[in-house]
T-cell receptor, first 113, second 115 residues
Framework: RKEVEQDPGPFNVPEGATVAFNCTYSNSASQSFFWYRQDCRKEPKLLMSVYSSGNEDGRFTAQLNRASQYISLLIRDSKLSDSATYLCVVNKINATGRRALTFGSGTRLQVQP | NAGVTQTPKFRILKIGQSMTLQCTQD?????MYWYRQDPGMGLKLIYYSVGAGITDKGEVPNGYNVSRSTTEDFPLRLELAAPSQTSVYFC??????????????FGPGTRLTVT
């Protein structure tokens, strides 16, 4: 089982739609959670951190369910510019006692006019 | 701040050649990382460093070497390049925040082809 699993998509949605992505992680000791955005042939950039109580940043809402070990990202009122791959990222302590990020393979979103 | 910079942007290597991918950050971050990303895949950690003089292996270190002589620079060395090392290489840096969340900042990547 992969440490971080995501549906690769693509999710094709019309402008203005609401779309949600889920991500599951296998290591219950994981401590921090993030959503990164990656545009085609570009570097990943942090979209938002995911806090235990859930958090919102404009049209984006992230939630964490530790009991079920999943993270979600909700995008409301989708824009063409939201088209990208969304990476689920989990921070854990590795075998050497250091913190390390594990990246999911990403979910591709295509917003259509 | 320039953030994280990487050179070169593109490179084609022949099998068996060697090269160094350069990475520099000007944010005074103590943590630095090297990842590779194969098409349609997530990022795999190659090596990382928690400070000058300290490096650790990541998930896929074979065929690579690193050094960290300064806080700013974290070069990645490929010895005896193989076609399996064809990938996009990203360097990243981070610094612990108050929440210890270790958010990472990435460079623009180096696209490497080994033929």
């Amino acid at each position: 089982r992969k440490e971080v699993e995501q549906d690769p998509g693509p999710f094709n949605v019309p402008e203005g739609a609401t779309v949600a992505f889920n991500c599951t992680y296998s290591n219950s000791a994981s401590q921090s959670f993030f959503w990164y955005r990656q545009d085609c042939r570009k570097e990943p950039k942090l979209l938002m951190s995911v806090y235990s109580s859930g958090n919102e940043d404009g049209r984006f809402t992230a939630q964490l369910n530790r009991a079920s070990q999943y993270i979600s990202l909700l995008i409301r009122d989708s824009k063409l510019s939201d088209s990208a791959t969304y990476l689920c990222v989990v921070n854990k302590i590795n075998a050497t006692g250091r913190r390390a990020l594990t990246f999911g393979s990403g979910t591709r979103l295509q917003v259509q006019p | 701040n320039a953030g994280v910079t990487q050179t070169p942007k593109f490179r084609i290597l022949k099998i068996g050649q060697s090269m160094t991918l350069q990475c520099t950050q000007d944010m005074n971050h103590n943590y630095m990382y090297w990842y590779r990303q194969d098409p349609g895949m997530g990022l795999k950690l190659i090596y990382y460093s928690v400070g000058a003089g300290i490096t650790d292996k990541g998930e896929v270190p074979n065929g690579y070497n690193v050094s960290r002589s300064t806080t700013e620079d974290f070069p990645l060395r490929l010895e005896l390049a193989a076609p399996s090392q064809t990938s996009v290489y990203f360097c990243a840096s981070s610094s612990p925040t108050r929440t210890h969340s270790y958010e990472q900042y990435f460079g623009p990547g180096t696209r490497l082809t080994v033929t």
